[in-house]
Every structure is written in C-alpha cells, then in structure tokens.
C-alpha cells in the first residue's frame, strides 16, 4: 500500500523557519521524482519543489532562495526546509511522488500524501 505522509507543518511567525517531511511507503522511493506542492484557501494547487532521484532540484520562482528540498534514500525521506517565511506561504503543503524528471506538473505526479498545514502570521 503506498502511502506518504508528512509533518513538520505548524504556526509560526514571519520571518521564521520551519522543516516538512515526507516519509514514503510502498513507491519506488529512489528511482522517484519527489515534489512539494501548497494550496492555499480559494487557489489552486500550486508546485513549490522537487528533487530528482539524482539529486537535482528545482524551485517555483516565489520560494527560490528560501526554500531548501532534498531526500534521504536509505529513510525514504524527502524534506523541505523553507527559511525566511512570508504570510503569503501559508496554505497546505503536500508531498507527491512521480516517475517523471523533475516535474513540475501535478498532473505527473501519481501519489499523494494528505498535506500538512503552514500557518504564516505577520
């Protein structure tokens, strides 16, 4: 059964950090291109990173310089250090998995994990 599921959400306050994981069950973790994804009240899904398989990276242009992912095969681990926080960050954050290089179209993604909450307070 696959299953990702994250945590490290929570309430902080601007300008303040936080760190997301995401532990992967039953996907092929290190062959898999893992993305972090948010929605926010009344918006759409939106790509915030991801990390191939190889290691590289790649960043919506909103999170570029403060957000941080990488994986841990041997844990079949994904995280997201995200510094400098802004209240427009708040919104649920999602993990998903994909076998597509460094996508960042949801719609390549096959699996999903339940989301986490983000809450940016000014």
């Known amino acids: 059964q696959v299953q990702l599921v994250e945590s490290g959400g929570g309430l902080v306050q601007a300008g303040e950090s936080l760190r997301l994981s995401c532990a992967a069950n039953g996907v ?3 062959s898999s291109t893992m993305g972090w994804f948010r929605q ?3 918006k759409e899904r939106e790509f915030v990173a991801s990390i ?5 990276e790649r960043y919506a242009d909103s999170v570029k310089d403060r957000f941080t992912t990488s994986r841990n095969n041997a844990k079949s681990t994904v995280y997201l250090q995200m510094n400098s926080l802004k209240p427009e960050d708040t919104a649920v954050y999602y993990c998903a998995a994909s076998n ?3 996508s960042i179209d949801l719609r390549e ?9 983000v809450t940016v307070s000014s």
């Open 40 to 42: 926010a009240p009344g």
């Open 109 to 117: 993604y096959d699996y999903w994990g339940q989301g986490t909450q």
């Open 52 to 56: 191939s398989r190889s290691h590289f």
């Open 100 to 102: 597509k290089p460094l």
């Open 28 to 30: 092929p973790f290190s």
